[in-house]
């Protein structure tokens, strides 16, 4: 199998623009000890800047190549990449000359002023790859690259998991065991991050750990058994470790070594045909713990695996014995996955993380939406003037977004293009007052959330739809009416979505609202799943189910006129017809 050939979805992993890490949203790096001029890598808006004292900063042009290689430098700062690994992280799929690469780093070379014979910022180690030197933080203050200075986290909101992620690897350490861990939430709950965090991290306190990541691909699962450990291992065997991770593929587990056949001598495949006759599923699930337990004898081993929702059914066999083997070894395996995509009912991945976790064997750590502070620290954290964030802002996002990282640096990268909020001054800017801006659902998530929607059945589309036009919540009944189903089978089909925490949840209980007459209420888990659910309607028939809406609850909740009145005028306006007016009886 060749990794750098396939063909990966474009909804298999949430847009890298987007992926909340406040130290990768803007980096600050200079020379190690000060000396020299500082540098600051916008990841948003993909460009290099360069301090000049108290004047404005000075934009250097990169083409989108450079700033990619110089990005991965940044990433993976105080580590030797090698050549193999960035032909792999930025030319992913494409042969390309090494000298391609050589070129990228002249091209940040000469943008940095750095001395190849003396590097400040990238240091050439002949024949095997480069290595980012410099100091980085991402507040302008500055901490070395190096292992022996760990870096502390910005990634604002998330500081209770990362501490869990580093005790079950601490853990996996002291006790010898392998540890398996699901990383859960929703779309941009920021998943990803959080990982790529902890990996960060993880390499500067333990240089001599291995890591490895494989993905699952979306409509993939079945097709190629084992894909994301198969892509995995190939990024081992190509790293700094490939020597040793061969041997032990050799020694501990030739049907894994198979399937890299370019790795395998000629004067060795004959002997290797021999040795895989007969190879069974069994064997192959036995070889691969033997190597695993081989490589950690004396480093830890970090694998992830990501979108575990399009997992194989081969994979799902070896997340269950490397969770129930009793070899000593020092291994995390990593899991995220979106439990509202397990939607198939015979998922095993439904039935598997419960029956590891009733038995200990497993580990879960949900992702909670962001609160209101924690917006307003990631606001500040991108910006250095203490009094930076406007009054009100932080609310206003939280409430916009429901603290989804990825919709909130999605809509601020909005406002910002639409020259309503503007960063001057080293401060945040409103352009316009508050309650003047329209929060209009950015272009880029709503084909994320689009994409999502459309996985849903046709049946579902339209129950929420129609619920969209009731509004942000609804009760079952009102929408069975309106959109022509069955009242149970609507409760049935809201029910399955809220349970998933698919693009419905419950809404908490309201003293205030009036009696439901035993039927139940939904609410739409954002308000901008109902806003591009509501949009995606023809202008006529929005306007035909308000008309509906309208009528409905003078029969639904006799007994609560005075508090229906505000909603049934909003019905009756949005039906186009605003001379109608709910009757006196209401």
């Not at 803007?26 to 020379?31: G, I, K, S, Y």
């Not at 989804?404 to 909020?421: E, I, Y």
Request: aromatic share 6%; with cysteine.
């Amino acid at each position: 199998m060749n990794a750098r050939c396939r063909s990966e979805s474009p909804s298999a992993k949430e847009p890298a623009a987007f992926q909340f890490n406040a130290v990768h949203q803007r980096l600050w790096f200079h020379r190690d000890g000060g000396s020299g001029d500082r540098f600051r890598l916008d990841i948003v808006d993909q460009c290099l800047w360069k301090h000049v004292g108290d004047a404005q900063d000075r934009r250097i042009a990169l083409t989108p190549k450079a700033f990619a290689v110089l990005k991965y430098l940044l990433d993976n700062a105080g580590r030797l990449i090698t050549h193999e690994e960035f032909l792999e992280a930025v030319w992913p799929g494409v042969y390309i000359q090494p000298e391609g690469l050589k070129s990228q780093i002249l091209t940040l070379r000469s943008a940095l002023e750095d001395d190849a014979r003396n590097p400040g910022f990238i240091e050439a180690l002949p024949r095997r790859g480069y290595r980012f030197v410099a100091r980085i933080a991402a507040d302008g203050s500055s901490h070395a690259t190096g292992a022996s200075a760990p870096a502390s986290s910005s990634l604002v909101g998330r500081d209770r998991p990362l501490s869990e992620l580093r005790a079950i690897l601490q853990r996996s350490i002291s006790q010898r065991q392998g540890e398996i861990v699901f990383v859960t939430g929703e779309t941009g709950i920021g998943k990803t991050s959080l990982v790529d965090e902890f990996v960060r991290q993880t390499r500067r306190l333990m240089p001599q750990a291995l890591f490895a990541r494989g993905q699952c691909v979306e409509g993939y699962g079945g097709k190629e058994p084992y894909y994301p450990m198969l892509e995995a291992l190939g990024e081992l065997y190509r790293g700094e470790h490939g020597t040793r991770v061969l041997r032990s593929l050799a020694s501990c587990a030739p049907t894994w070594l198979a399937q890299f056949p370019a790795l395998v001598q000629p004067a060795q495949r004959l002997a290797l045909q021999r040795e895989l006759l007969g190879a069974t599923r069994e064997r192959m699930l036995r070889e691969l713990t033997n190597a695993c337990e081989r490589l950690t004898i004396d480093a830890p081993l970090v694998l992830v695996f990501e979108d575990l929702q399009w997992i194989d059914p081969s994979t799902e066999d070896l997340i269950e014995v490397l969770a129930r083997t009793r070899a000593p070894m020092q291994l995390v395996l990593i899991g995220t996955y979106r439990a509202a995509d397990l939607t198939s009912g015979d998922h095993r991945l439904r039935a598997l993380g419960p029956e590891l976790q009733l038995h200990r064997l497993c580990s879960e750590l949900p992702l909670d939406p962001l609160t209101e502070g924690e917006i307003a620290a990631y606001l500040a954290a991108q910006t250095p003037a203490a009094t930076s964030v406007p009054d009100g802002l932080a609310g206003l996002i939280h409430r916009r977004t429901e603290g989804n990282p990825l919709f909130m640096v999605t809509l601020l990268d909005h406002l910002c293009q639409r020259g309503l909020l503007a960063k001057d001054g080293g401060a945040w800017h409103l352009q316009a007052p508050l309650h003047t801006i329209d929060f209009e659902v950015p272009e880029t998530l709503r084909e994320v959330i689009d994409a999502r929607v459309t996985r849903l059945s046709a049946e579902e589309q339209h129950a929420l739809e129609v619920a969209s036009v009731e509004g942000i919540e609804f009760d079952s009944q009102s929408c069975a009416d309106a959109a022509g189903l069955d009242p149970e089978r609507m409760d049935e089909l809201c029910r399955t979505l809220a349970d998933r925490h698919c693009v419905l949840c419950r809404p908490p209980s309201d003293p205030m609202r009036p009696p439901d007459n035993g039927t139940t209420r939904y609410a739409f888990a954002h308000a901008m799943y109902r806003e591009v659910l509501y949009r995606r309607q023809a202008p006529g028939r929005r306007a035909r189910l308000h008309l509906k809406f309208g009528h409905r609850p003078e029969s639904a909740y006799p007994a609560a006129a005075p508090q229906l009145r505000p909603v049934l005028e909003h019905h009756f306006e949005r039906s186009s017809q605003p001379g109608l007016q709910p009757s006196a009886g209401r």
